[in-house]
């Protein structure tokens, strides 16, 4: 399980970098989105828990796991994956569309979160 997801976190930061390097400003911030979930994801199952694949769940799971109890990560990172997922739900579902600047943002911090957790954690 924990390859699988390290894989699909990899292959959706590299979509996203094409994506926004191809003026898919929507399609980046989805993609930045997926690939922090699944560097959470394979966090948590390093840690030996099997977690229900759902967006709120890995959240719960991840915050309580890496910040809460034993504080492995930085406090900085806490709100990230809430806040890659606002900017996804713009994307997918909101009349607005991501900004070229939120794009890169976007990417930036998903760039960040799955670097930290695959350095710190895996």
Same mark, same amino acid.
């Given at each position: 399980?924990?390859?699988?997801?390290q894989?699909?976190?990899?292959?959706?930061?590299?979509?996203?970098?094409?994506?926004?390097?191809?003026?898919?400003? !929507? =399609? &980046?911030?989805?993609r930045?989105?997926?690939? =922090?979930?699944?560097?959470?994801?394979? =966090?948590?199952? &390093?840690?030996? +828990?099997?977690?229900?694949?759902?967006?709120?769940?890995?959240?719960?799971?991840?915050?309580? &796991?890496?910040?809460?109890?034993?504080? +492995?990560l &930085? $406090?900085?990172?806490? $709100?990230?994956?809430k806040?890659?997922?606002?900017?996804? !739900? +713009?994307?997918?579902?909101?009349?607005? $569309?991501? $900004?070229?600047?939120? =794009?890169?943002q976007?990417?930036e911090?998903?760039?960040?979160?799955?670097?930290?957790?695959?350095?710190v954690? +895996?």
């Amino acid at each position: 399980m924990k390859e699988t997801f390290q894989i699909k976190a990899i292959e959706n930061i590299k979509m996203a970098e094409f994506a926004f390097e191809n003026d898919c400003y !929507n =399609a &980046s911030a989805n993609r930045a989105y997926y690939a =922090a979930f699944h560097a959470a994801i394979v =966090a948590i199952v &390093s840690t030996g +828990i099997e977690p229900k694949i759902d967006h709120k769940i890995i959240q719960t799971v991840f915050a309580d &796991s890496f910040f809460n109890r034993r504080k +492995i990560l &930085s $406090s900085k990172y806490k $709100s990230y994956l809430k806040d890659l997922q606002d900017i996804r !739900n +713009i994307a997918d579902y909101r009349m607005l $569309s991501v $900004s070229k600047k939120l =794009a890169k943002q976007q990417l930036e911090k998903a760039k960040e979160f799955i670097e930290i957790i695959f350095k710190v954690i +895996i």
